[in-house]
């Protein structure tokens, strides 16, 4: 178990010992529902991802909203594994339109089987997690999971357009962060609540903690590409740089560029040209027109909102790593 800077674990660690044994449930859940009797790829494809680590936070905020708001039968943990397929499946799809190559630190399973493949057994997970949620018999649920579903690929396809344009601005990119990161953090604590039968206050509150999360979370992912340390964060500084996304830091520098340095951008973002000292140039850029504090400032930002969400909801000891969480999303950019 990793530690804080205080010498405690971590938050995402404490409520994964908190939610032991509903996790073992959920991974149970997974083992089972990713098996496919005629198509054997499909196991093989979605085990190198599930089996890859990362932290299973957004079946964790399933489970432990649910846990929070006094629920007390079984369906918390159809939703969590539910949960995890959406994400699982997106991250196969991201990694073919990305045309990645490497995820926590292994190969993608489009880089080891093919592009098909992934797709295809992404569709495979969707179609899974739309199965498990039915099975809540909620059609809340369902419609809240099923939104999510839509305006996670809608946001995906909002970036194609918009992570490539000098005229992407910031109203913009939080659409797309909203889309494709904050909408499954908000679906995965809000069905918490719904199935636990909490008021609608409550259930307003969940929704609002997720989404600010995952906008903190995404925010802090594009801050770290240009000055976080690689063997923490599994990527190199500049990945988005040279993969010409459009991350908040960048839109901020631009919005304060001069023309001549609004050419650069343009040479180096839409038109592709990149040559040595880019990067270089990029991060003096991004420094001279206080863009990382900037970017740093709204991470820190939405990370309170998502604390003030926390008062509306039962006291409760998750409420309070809940709580450290968001302040541990954005102690990551200290």
Sequence with gaps: MGLDGDGNAKPHERLAAELADDMDRVNALIAE??????????????????????????????????RMCGYGGDHHVKLAATVEFIHTATLLHDDVVDES?????????NLLWDNKSSVLVGDYLFARAFQLMVETDSLRVLDILANAAATIAEGEVLQLSAAQN????????????????????????????VIAGVPEAQEAALYT??????????????????????????????DDFRERKLTLPVIKAVAKAD???????ARVIEKGDQREGDLERALDLLARHGAMEATRADALRWASEAKAALGALPEHPIRGMLNDLADYVVARIS
């Excluded at 190559?101 to 399973?109: L, M, V």
């Excluded at 600010?212 to 770290?224: K, M, P, S």
């Design 33 to 66: 529902r990713m098996a496919s009797k005629h198509a054997p790829r499909i196991p093989e494809v979605t085990a190198h991802l599930v089996g890859a680590g990362g932290k299973r936070l957004r079946p964790m905020l399933t489970l432990g909203t649910a």
């Design 101 to 109: 190559r490497q995820r926590r630190g292994r190969p993608t399973a």
């Design 166 to 193: 000098l005229a992407t601005d910031e109203a913009i990119y939080l659409q797309v962060v909203r889309g494709k990161t904050a909408a499954l953090f908000s679906a995965a604590t809000q069905v918490g609540g």
């Design 209 to 238: 903690y997720g989404d600010a999360l995952g906008v903190a979370f995404q925010i802090v992912d594009d801050l770290l590409d240009y000055g976080g340390d690689a063997a923490a964060t599994g990527k190199n500084v500049g």
């Design 259 to 265: 023309a001549e340095e609004r050419a650069f951008w």
